[in-house]
């Protein structure tokens, strides 16, 4: 069972920037995937970026060129850098992990860009 813990939501104007992280409660080199996904209301949860355990990088395209999925193994954590934040960016956003044939998810963040 792979725990994990999302932070740094928030509110945002937008053009702004947040970094959101996820802390896995054991070594990311055992998990095949790490991502996040997001869920407008009424909208069903959309894939924004994930990375494997072998570096490779998947976003989605409305968010390519603006946020930045990076990893950290020493201290088994994701983050997702969002910079140019738009109002359609507003959802709860969750963290995913993909081992094996199992998926595991974070509580969810609220990020909401709004003036």
């Known amino acids: 069972q792979v725990q994990l813990v999302e932070s740094g939501g928030g509110l945002v104007q937008p053009g702004g920037s947040l970094r959101l992280s996820c802390a896995a409660s054991?070594?990311?080199?055992?998990?095949?995937?790490m991502g996040w996904y997001r869920q407008a209301p009424g909208k069903q949860r959309e894939l924004v970026a994930a990375?494997?355990?072998?570096?490779?990088?998947n976003y989605t395209n409305s968010v390519k060129g603006r946020f930045t999925i990076s990893r950290d193994n020493a201290k088994n954590t994701v983050y997702l850098q969002m910079n140019s934040l738009k109002p359609e960016d507003t959802a709860v956003y969750y963290c995913?992990?993909?081992?094996?044939?199992?998926?595991?998810w974070g509580q969810g963040t609220q990020v909401t860009v709004s003036s």
């Open positions: 054991e070594s990311i080199f055992t998990i095949y995937s």
């Open positions: 990375i494997t355990n072998g570096g490779r990088i």
């Open positions: 995913n992990a993909h081992k094996i044939i199992n998926d595991y």
